[in-house]
């Protein structure tokens, strides 16, 4: 039961921080507000947005494909990344949902998730139990016990020191890497651009130092434009509780130049190949669904988690990883048809109050209730 006071020590972290940052910066809620309307627009016309993103990708270098199932994303990576290779992966809960990095290793590839929580995950061999913090539910000493795997000698630890063990680790596995997975908090359809936001610097490696870069997202993580896509970024950064967030990166092809005669060529230093998977597994379904749509307009940020009493006692074992808590109950019927997990709400209501996109969870919950019990 140590994940319980996991759970209640990142409930004290965040919640105050969360609020604070917004008191300080309250231009943030003006951007949600924008971020809302944009993925309104795009969840109501998906596929003109999806075919206007494919060929943005292919104008800017790159190449792009809409996956229409877990299968179809993993052969589709699986072609761009052979076997024999050494793989990062990085914040994607979409690579999770699509069991990329298992089917790499069985594929014969050395894959290594570089986040800091999905690296924990992936040496203990669970599930993630949050949507940004992976390895919420563990305490500094569960952490500092798995990552004896790494370094036999780690005992007595502090946070900081457990985090230098994954940063030597991994340094040397982001130099030797030959391919870069990512997600993305969004995607821009009028430049083919992938945002993505982080504090590690595992990002920015990843998407950098390898020769092939490949993003793996869904559907719904598409805005109109570069404009609402960075905007997107920054609030769930913000209700996320990491804000101004360390960095932000913006991908959009491979690497370019265009020092000599101001001609733009690719590739330059970065990678020489950028593919971007688009996965839909259930989303567009979803975005024609009259209750069920809200739920496409998550970013992520993980907030309704801290403030539901059902995922305070429940963590990792409410919803079906990645997606748990109030998001993760609405999201398990969204990806995997299992309405189950919606039963478990008790509508507190608290989740409702402080969604950036001011989602009504509870009704979309109340919904799915009502259709389980139906069936
Ligand atoms: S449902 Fe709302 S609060 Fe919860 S993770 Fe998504 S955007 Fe954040």
Same mark, same amino acid.
């Given at each position: 039961?140590?994940?319980?006071?996991?759970?209640?020590?990142?409930?004290?972290?965040?919640? /105050?921080?969360?609020?604070?940052? *917004?008191?300080?910066?309250?231009? *943030?809620?003006?951007?949600?507000?924008?971020?809302?309307?944009?993925?309104?627009?795009?969840?109501?016309?998906?596929?003109?947005?999806?075919?206007?993103?494919?060929?943005?990708?292919?104008?800017?270098?790159?190449?792009?494909?809409?996956?229409?199932?877990?299968?179809?994303?993993?052969?589709?990576?699986?072609?761009?990344?052979?076997?024999?290779?050494?793989?990062?992966?990085?914040?994607?809960?979409?690579?999770?949902?699509?069991?990329?990095?298992?089917?790499?290793?069985?594929?014969?590839?050395?894959?290594?998730?570089?986040? *800091?929580?999905?690296?924990?995950?992936?040496?203990?061999?669970?599930?993630?139990? +949050?949507?940004?913090?992976?390895?919420? +539910?563990?305490?500094?000493?569960?952490?500092?016990?798995?990552?004896?795997?790494?370094? /036999?000698?780690?005992?007595?630890?502090? +946070?900081?020191?457990?985090?230098?063990?994954?940063?030597?680790?991994?340094?040397?596995?982001?130099?030797?890497?030959?391919?870069?997975?990512?997600?993305?908090?969004?995607?821009?359809?009028?430049?083919?651009?992938?945002?993505?936001?982080?504090?590690?610097?595992?990002?920015?490696?990843?998407?950098? *130092?390898?020769?092939?870069?490949?993003?793996?997202?869904?559907?719904?993580?598409?805005?109109?434009?570069?404009?609402?896509?960075?905007?997107?970024?920054?609030?769930?950064?913000?209700?996320?509780?990491?804000?101004?967030?360390?960095?932000?990166?913006?991908?959009?092809?491979?690497?370019?130049?265009?020092?000599?005669?101001?001609?733009?060529?690719?590739?330059? +230093?970065?990678?020489?190949?950028?593919?971007?998977?688009?996965?839909?597994?259930?989303?567009?379904?979803?975005?024609?669904?009259?209750?069920?749509?809200?739920?496409?307009?998550?970013?992520?940020?993980?907030?309704?988690?801290?403030?539901?009493?059902?995922?305070?006692?429940?963590?990792?074992?409410?919803?079906?990883?990645?997606?748990?808590? /109030?998001?993760?109950?609405?999201?398990?019927?969204?990806?995997?048809?299992?309405?189950?997990?919606?039963?478990?709400?008790?509508?507190?209501?608290?989740?409702?109050?402080?969604?950036?996109?001011?989602?009504?969870?509870?009704?979309?919950?109340?919904?799915?209730?009502?259709?389980?019990?139906?069936?």
């Amino acid at each position: 039961m140590s994940w319980i006071y996991a759970v209640e020590r990142a409930v004290r972290n965040n919640v /105050p921080k969360v609020e604070g940052i *917004l008191k300080d910066h309250p231009y *943030l809620l003006d951007l949600a507000a924008k971020v809302r309307d944009g993925k309104t627009e795009v969840l109501r016309n998906l596929d003109r947005y999806v075919e206007e993103t494919i060929k943005a990708v292919e104008r800017s270098g790159g190449r792009a494909y809409l996956a229409s199932t877990s299968e179809d994303a993993r052969e589709i990576v699986s072609k761009i990344v052979g076997s024999g290779k050494t793989v990062v992966l990085g914040k994607s809960m979409v690579a999770y949902e699509a069991g990329i990095r298992k089917h790499l290793i069985s594929t014969g590839n050395d894959v290594w998730e570089t986040d *800091l929580g999905e690296f924990l995950i992936q040496l203990a061999d669970e599930p993630p139990s +949050h949507i940004i913090a992976p390895s919420l +539910h563990m305490t500094k000493e569960r952490a500092e016990e798995v990552m004896r795997s790494v370094d /036999p000698e780690l005992k007595g630890a502090s +946070h900081e020191r457990i985090a230098g063990v994954a940063r030597k680790f991994l340094r040397e596995k982001f130099v030797k890497a030959d391919v870069g997975i990512t997600g993305a908090n969004a995607v821009a359809a009028d430049t083919g651009s992938v945002v993505l936001v982080e504090n590690e610097g595992n990002i920015r490696m990843t998407t950098i *130092l390898p020769e092939v870069h490949v993003a793996v997202t869904g559907v719904e993580k598409i805005l109109p434009n570069l404009e609402l896509a960075m905007y997107e970024a920054l609030v769930q950064a913000a209700f996320g509780g990491l804000y101004p967030p360390s960095y932000v990166n913006v991908s959009s092809g491979p690497s370019s130049t265009a020092d000599i005669e101001m001609k733009r060529v690719r590739p330059a +230093h970065g990678p020489k190949e950028f593919h971007l998977v688009l996965l839909d597994n259930g989303r567009k379904e979803a975005a024609k669904d009259p209750v069920l749509w809200q739920s496409l307009l998550c970013v992520r940020c993980g907030r309704c988690h801290l403030h539901c009493p059902v995922y305070r006692v429940l963590g990792v074992n409410w919803g079906i990883p990645p997606f748990t808590g /109030p998001m993760g109950a609405m999201w398990s019927a969204v990806i995997y048809g299992d309405r189950r997990p919606a039963m478990m709400c008790t509508h507190s209501g608290g989740c409702k109050e402080v969604c950036p996109m001011r989602i009504d969870i509870p009704r979309v919950l109340e919904e799915l209730k009502a259709r389980e019990l139906k069936r």
